[in-house]
């Protein structure tokens, strides 16, 4: 269970901040037991978009900042602070806006708790829709011994995709993302990343574009699926 309340500003047309209470209430159960928790939180985040559309950017930049310190309501002594750093980027090729190119990066971390300290669903993944493509949910990072996504307290993605659009309705697209966690607060950027690749095909619609990918791991472990597909509205970032 998860309560937020916040408040955020528009400092002017590019760049927005806000700040927020947030309290959670869960537990998570794997092959050590069950661990319960209830935290306080205070996020807080500086976001600049100066980006042509919000659901579709042909040109422009995106950049964001958030921290959330938390701290135990209950017995377990858990108080820690994690941090996001996120940025992307459009670029048109043509003049018409038929070849965008995007990209973009990730950086998460966890600082002053260690990874066997925090529940599973507290912890840094990567992998899905909303990552590194071409990994099942959560996928593309370590497992454990049945198989499970061990996840980490500092992460890394980036990506990179080329979107060409066919006519005024109709779109395709290919990327190449990568990825992975870490058991230390900062990521070991030393380390192999998981890779993945694939195509996509939009659809422009009134509200946004419509997206179907299909993607595949580079680098797949014996676990890992052949094929991922997403479906979601709005560009993958």
Do not use: C
């Amino acid at each position: 269970m998860t309560i937020f309340a916040g408040l955020d500003r528009h400092f002017d047309s590019q760049t927005t901040g806000g700040i927020g209470v947030q309290f959670m209430k869960g537990q998570a159960e794997d092959d050590t037991g069950t661990q319960y928790y209830t935290l306080a939180g205070l996020p807080a985040y500086i976001r600049r978009d100066d980006t042509d559309d919000l659901l579709n950017p042909t040109r422009g930049t995106r950049l964001g900042l958030t921290a959330i310190p938390y701290t135990s309501l209950a017995d377990e002594s858990l108080h820690y602070l994690e941090t996001k750093l996120s940025a992307s980027g459009y670029q048109s090729l043509d003049t018409a806006k038929r070849f965008v190119l995007a990209g973009y990066t990730n950086i998460g971390s966890i600082a002053g708790v260690s990874l066997d300290a925090l529940p599973r669903d507290l912890r840094l993944y990567e992998g899905g829709g909303g990552s590194v493509r071409g990994y099942g949910y959560q996928r593309a990072g370590p497992l454990d011994i049945f198989g499970n996504p061990t996840g980490g307290i500092s992460s890394f993605d980036l990506g990179l995709e080329l979107r060409t659009r066919i006519t005024d309705t109709i779109g395709i697209a290919t990327f190449i993302e990568g990825g992975t966690v870490y058991d230390t607060s900062l990521p070991e950027l030393g380390q192999p990343l998981f890779w993945g690749a694939g195509a996509g095909v939009r659809y422009f619609s009134p509200v946004g574009p419509l997206r179907f990918d299909i993607a595949t791991p580079i680098n797949p472990r014996p676990s890992d699926g052949l094929i991922q597909v997403y479906i979601s509205l709005g560009q993958a970032f």
